[in-house]
Structure formats: C-alpha cells, structure tokens
C-alpha cells in the first residue's frame, strides 16, 4: 500500500488501476494492490478429488518411512521424479471416495503373496500367508503390515517382521503385537484394512525382489 502525494495526473482518480486500486482513506489517496481470492470449488468432483489426495498423502507417507519399501518404490518402473512421487502416482489412482481400498498398495506390484488367514485376539494380530520363494526373494526376508482405520484419529500404522529362513512349503504364520494406538483405533474401527506384502534382504532391480501387496477388510 502506498500513500500518493503532490500527483496531479491521480489527484481526483478513485477505483481500479490494472492490478491496483485508488481510494480515499482518512484524507489521504491510497494506492493499493488488489487481493485474489482463489474460488475453491465445492463440486462433488472437486470434493472427492481433494479427499482421494489425501488419502493417497497418508498412505505415501507411510510408506516412505520404510527405507526398504522406499528403495522399492526407487527401482519401480513408473514415471515420476522420486520414490514418493511415485507411491502418489500409484495409489492416487486407486482411492475411492476419499478413502484407500483393497486396489490400493504398498509396493507396486511383485510376485505372489496370497493371505491363508487373520485374526486379532487380545490385541495381537495373527498372520498366515504364502510367498512363493523361486523367485528373488533372499532370506532373511521382511514383511511389512500397514492398517487403515478409516475413522481413528491416527488412520494409518506400520509394523514389519521377519522371516529368517525359507519355509518347505511356501507358508508362514507369525503375530503382531498391537501397542496403545492401535488399539484406540481398533475401537472405533474393528474392521480396518490391512495391506501385507515382503521383501528380500538383497536389492534386485526387479519387481521379484518384492511381493504384491495382499489387501484386505479385517
């Protein structure tokens, strides 16, 4: 803002000048520049395009806590700039409503990781799953666990274990220990998503060096 004095050519001018405005403030001729106010849209489009960003921040997020998930993400062959572009591109497209679903991923794509059972009793989570071990896989191995409590105050949690050694028949069992906040979230929500998928401990440049991810409704 700025105060004009002694002008002969804007002495008597009041209202718009290209970006700026004249006006007569306290005696005194005030030059000042016009604010833009961004129109937000309230369409449903808009509104579900704003919340499906969302919800693919927080699962991006998340991921890229986990420096082996983000080396993954690194070596995925998908156009973007960086691993976390690269979750974005992923699951932005695979959001509904404004929440994840079952489409959704933590690793993009990989050999086959199929779930035989789960169950949550006294706050630990039971897990049964098939990896096929052909592949790249390499032990020890990591599994990686994400829960999505749609309605908790703190929607998204990691955890991840280990398998040390290969299994006979492809299949492994392990459990989970839910801390407090988990355990909030699963009283408001007992029927979170779960996404599960593994990694070897040696990086390859290829998606066999990873598992799908598995993604379920508890």
Known sequence: MAILKNSIV???ATGSLGEFF???????????????????????????????????VLISKTINKQPVLKEIWKVANIEASSPYQKMMAYNSKRTDNGTLTTSNGITPGGIPLTINSVSVQNYILDLSFNLPTENYITFPA???????????????FALNNKITEASPDANYTMNFQLDDEMRKAFKKDVNPLIYVAAAGSTLHKKKEYWSETAAFQL
């Open 10 to 12: 804007l002495q008597n």
């Open 22 to 56: 004249i006006k007569n403030f306290r005696g005194k001729k005030i030059l000042a520049k016009k604010s833009f106010n961004r129109k937000i849209s309230r369409s449903a489009a808009a509104v579900n395009g704003r919340s499906n960003f969302a919800a693919s």
């Open 142 to 156: 990591q599994v990686f666990v994400f829960l999505y409590f749609k309605n908790s105050r703190e929607p998204m």
